[in-house]
């Protein structure tokens, strides 16, 4: 799909890209190309390909969900600057 140079000022106004005269003929050849190739993908006929999460159906290692450390709420609720039924209070940011 080749695009027109106003074409490219639009898509450049549109980005907030200020782009000289001289640079359009390499970003309408260079965009151009982009949609050629996205062309080219649509083009491939998918219909008999699962998806998938990972191309190379990797597996992440996961670790044992197990307690590590130990309940130290009471400490910390002490330094808190306000609690509330075992709750920290925070400053009202909404009103």
């Known amino acids: 799909m080749a695009l027109e140079q106003d074409q490219v000022l ?3 106004e549109l980005c907030r890209l200020q ?3 001289a640079e359009v003929a390499e970003y309408q050849k260079n965009l151009s190309n982009i949609l050629d190739l996205v062309d080219q993908l649509a083009a491939v006929d998918t219909s008999d390909v699962a998806p998938m999460a990972h191309p190379l159906d990797a597996v ?3 670790r044992a969900d197990q307690v590590t450390e130990t309940n130290q709420r009471e400490h910390f609720q002490k330094i808190a600057p306000a609690t509330e039924n075992g709750h920290y209070l925070v400053p009202r ?3």
């Open 60 to 62: 992440q290692r996961l």
């Open 10 to 12: 639009a898509i450049a």
């Open 19 to 21: 782009i000289s005269d």
């Open 93 to 95: 940011v909404i009103e």
